[in-house]
């Protein structure tokens, strides 16, 4: 999921974003000094290398000089980053494991203080690839400091708990309960919670994008294209009004799907062929919704229509018309939401569509 080409791509794009802000910062509050001198300070090894390949072109075709000897230096430095960047990874996949420790280490605690101690658990642990954001970020993405220890000082910092005294007696011995409430945060409340900067969560939120795009996919099978339209107007893609991720506005948060922006009583397409697995014709959140169940652990989930057409149970195909875009649950405009589940967690369904 998460290998060396994709890694090193993140730390050069954080890299120059970084250097660009001290560029522009110097430029807007200093001159154009203080901008040449951020932009040397930032690029000087390019700067000198280009001065020299100008001064030395004509001696190095004379020469031939071997590529090799020229890179050698580079190469040991790169051998060393990747070594770093495959131990990382091995921490991160074991973010789960760090997740459900943390919480036996909440309990414990808890349990050695508290009687009657009742227990609520509150969200999920946050999708993986925003966990490797976070902590690219808050560790300035330097492989250096991205260890073990920094992995699960994290994982400490997204789960959070408290204990409420319950006022009311339990029972006649006025023996009084206490709750524990275990809090794993979503990316925006995380962000929020620790005070991380707008440049932050800009930079946070295009790494999240490129990190997205650079996962593999669960099969060949499962491979962007391979998924039909949503709608018999394939050009879906120009009336997306809200992407995956986390959003602000009237419905911040993290959005879990993407939103389609098509008239009332559009029809829709089931994107690929499966068995449906949930009809509701709920009146809150996503409204009225279908879900398909297409093997392998991947499914699709269709939100706020105006009309279902299948049953539970049912098997349908590639381009069925299985509901008719609406308005109903929480929405401000008739489109259709759309989500991308692989074994129960959400992911971006845009590299999925065709």
């Known amino acids: 999921m998460f290998n060396k ?17 001290d ?3 110097a430029l807007i509050y200093g001159n154009w000094k203080a901008a040449a001198f951020q932009l040397v300070r930032h690029y000087w090894p390019v700067i000198v290398a280009i ?19 020229l890179g050698f230096a580079s190469d040991q430095s790169s051998d060393s980053l990747n070594t770093q960047a495959l131990a990382v990874q091995g921490y991160y996949q074991r973010y789960e494991d760090f997740c459900k420790e943390r919480e036996k280490e909440i309990r414990a605690t808890a349990a050695s203080q508290y009687d009657n101690l009742e227990i609520k658990i509150s969200g999920e642990p946050m999708e993986k690839n925003w966990f490797i954001v976070l902590h690219s970020i808050t560790y ?7 260890t073990e220890k920094s992995v699960k000082e994290l994982v400490i910092k997204s789960i959070v708990y408290s204990i409420k005294d319950n006022k009311e007696d339990t029972n006649e011995s006025n023996t009084k309960s206490n709750t524990l409430i275990i809090s794993y945060l979503d990316p925006i409340s995380f962000l929020s919670k620790y005070k991380y900067s707008e440049f932050d969560r800009n930079w946070a939120q295009l790494m999240y994008t490129t990190l997205s795009n650079e996962s593999v996919l669960p099969d060949a099978d499962n491979s962007g294209g391979n998924m039909g339209s949503l709608f018999l107007n394939i050009d879906w893609r120009n009336h997306v009004t809200s992407k995956f991720g986390p959003r ?23 994107v690929k062929s499966g068995t449906v697995n949930a009809v509701d014709y709920g009146t809150t959140t996503y409204g ?7 093997g392998g652990g ?19 195909n590639q381009g069925d018309v299985i509901a008719l875009v609406g308005m109903t649950g929480r929405t401000n405009g008739p489109h259709c939401h759309f989500e991308v589940r692989i074994n129960g967690k ?9």
């Open 288 to 294: 009225y919704y279908v879900k398909i169940d297409h």
């Open 248 to 270: 602000g506005g009237t419905f911040a948060g993290f959005h879990k799907g993407i939103d389609i922006a098509q008239p009332v009583g559009t029809k829709i397409c089931a």
């Open 5 to 21: 080409s994709s890694m090193n791509r993140i730390m050069d794009l954080a890299y120059h974003i970084k250097a660009l802000k």
């Open 140 to 146: 300035d993405n330097d492989l250096n400091k991205m």
């Open 298 to 316: 991947m499914e699709t989930l269709y939100a706020h229509c105006s009309k279902l057409f299948v049953t539970k149970g049912q098997k349908v």
């Open 51 to 69: 001065i020299l390949i100008i001064s030395l072109f004509p001696l190095i075709i004379f020469c031939s000089l071997p590529v090799a000897f």
């Open 346 to 354: 959400v992911t971006n369904p845009v590299p999925y569509l065709p």
């Open 23 to 25: 560029i522009l910062i």
